[in-house]
């Protein structure tokens, strides 16, 4: 062998090595903007769902804020009797839509509570000092929603009252936890556990017995136990210094979930199969009547003898 053969076989070999390490770097690329754009997708999910789920709570909060009835015993001061109603509206959208994560709170035009769906406690207590949205809906008598902390941290969509003379006379409020949203978005195969930061306890009282993880408290009773774990396992995927974390299928991200003013209080862990396909966000149709397939037959030989005749 020659040594022109040989520096030729050489030279073959380091272009080829070199084509195959441009093309491991090329498909690493594509992989990852694949990857980039999977997350960017399901975040816009979880936002999307999110946002669906204000939306839905101010409607009510907009209907209720019409009810005569409510109107009525609101003015009138008759916090038995309205007490009613709510529970009769609540049960019948418990009813006909099985949504039981709904509570109503009423408030008096001075900002003070009057009628609760959940207890009776607190009655009276006046919320001007810590509730923001509550004031900003009194001063500009417009509805507004937003997650919101009080004692607890959650959606809260408010609506003025207005009396038939057109005269401001208290707030009605949605409450809604993530516990529907978090059931919705298990169905697309995407896992969240909403988490307050600990320093906000001493306003959010009814979250001091929930578990902590890191600087965080759990808000939401019910929530993916083995997720849970795993970010107890793994804190630094709590942290923002990346957009999103991966852990062998799994990729980890979170979206902050921000206050009344926009100052993020707290936020919702994300979780995924990055090897599962996004098919489940389409909606899913079922049949479930029977088929008469002799009547089908039927129809197609019909079908059949008529385009014979055509032709």
């Known amino acids: 062998m020659n040594k022109t053969y040989k520096k030729f076989i050489l ?5 080829i090595i070199i084509l195959l390490y441009f093309l491991f770097k090329y498909n690493k690329i594509i992989h990852q903007n694949q990857i980039d754009i999977l997350v ?3 975040v816009e999910i979880v936002q999307n769902e999110l946002t ?9 909060a907009i209907l209720f804020s019409k009810n005569q009835n409510i109107i009525n015993n609101l003015e009138q001061n008759n916090p038995k009797e309205l007490k ?3 529970l009769v509206l609540l049960d019948n959208i418990k009813k006909y839509t099985n949504q039981t994560n709904i509570q109503v709170q009423i408030h008096t035009k001075d900002l ?24 900003k809906v009194k001063n500009t008598q ?17 609506s003025p009252v207005f009396n038939k003379n057109e005269e401001y006379i208290g707030t009605i409020e949605v409450i809604m936890d993530y516990s529907d949203l978090k059931n919705r978005l298990k169905y697309l195969g995407i896992e969240i556990i909403p988490l307050l930061e600990k320093k906000y306890l001493k306003i959010a009282q009814n979250y001091k017995d ?6 965080y408290i759990v808000i939401q009773e019910e929530y993916d136990k083995k997720f849970y774990d795993f970010l107890l396992e793994n804190k630094s995927y709590l942290t923002t210094n990346k957009f999103y974390y991966e852990n062998k299928n799994r990729i980890i991200t979170q979206i902050p979930l921000g206050s009344f003013d926009e100052e993020s209080i707290a936020i919702m862990m994300i979780c995924f199969d990055k090897n599962e396909q996004n098919f489940k966000y389409l909606p899913k149709y079922e049949y479930l009547g ?11 030989e019909e079908k059949e003898k008529r385009e014979i005749i055509i032709k």
């Open 11 to 15: 030279l073959f070999v380091i272009v």
């Open 40 to 42: 960017s997708n399901k």
């Open 52 to 60: 669906n789920q204000k939306n839905q709570a101010l409607s009510l």
């Open 84 to 86: 009613k109603e709510l």
């Open 112 to 135: 003070k509570v009057f009628v609760r769906s959940w207890e009776d406690k607190d009655i009276g207590l006046n919320l001007e000092n810590f509730r923001k949205g509550l004031v």
């Open 142 to 158: 417009e509805p507004f929603v937003s997650n919101e902390l009080g004692k607890r941290f959650n959606i809260k969509a408010i």
């Open 210 to 215: 929930n578990p902590l993880l890191d600087d």
């Open 290 to 300: 029977e088929i008469n397939t002799k009547s089908n037959l039927k129809n197609n």
